[in-house]
């Protein structure tokens, strides 16, 4: 009898011993979600119910294509791999494999959708090219406008010219004038002294 205890004591022993052995780590959630679809793909995040070690990471479309991810990395019980760049929309598998707090390797794939939200508009956008009409009108609005060209001295000139030239006409009016004076009273002279002279 004693030795049936005795037996029935080591079976237990090794079975409560072999429990943790067996109990290896899994994972318990992973971003994106299984069978998921996502507007936003920056990251993949999976987490284990324990920390693990030796992570490996991938991500290949519905085709095969793969997707470049970052070298994982372990954050407490997190493995997390960013994107470069966000894929095309289709949808995506994540494989990976990390090995257990106990030693054992374990493995999964994680599918789902990716759909590729509204890209947001950069806030240093650049303005759109004006039209050459646009252009030309506002090259004609910078120009200043041109003064007028000052009158040419030839034809503006002239009335001045006959304005300063007006005067002189009656001065030679009066010359003329003073000799025809002098002609006529030298004949008069001369017709006297005649006169005189005669018997």
Known sequence: MRAL???TAVILALLVGASPASAHDRLSKSTPAKN?????????T???TARVRF???VLRSEAGTMVQLSKPRTEGKDVVAALSAAP??????VGWRVVSSD???IEGEIPFAFTGGPVPAA???????????ASAAASSAATPARTADPPRTGGAAQPGADQDSGPAVPGLVWAAGGLLALVGLGLLLTRGRGRGESP
């Open 5 to 7: 205890v005795t037996l």
């Open 88 to 93: 095309p929309p289709g949808k995506y598998v």
């Open 103 to 105: 030693g054992h390797p």
């Open 123 to 133: 806030s240093g956008a650049v303005p759109a090219a004006a039209s050459p009409l």
């Open 36 to 44: 998921a679809t996502v507007e936003s793909l920056e990251s993949i």
């Open 46 to 48: 999976l987490t284990f």
């Open 55 to 57: 992570p490996a990471m």
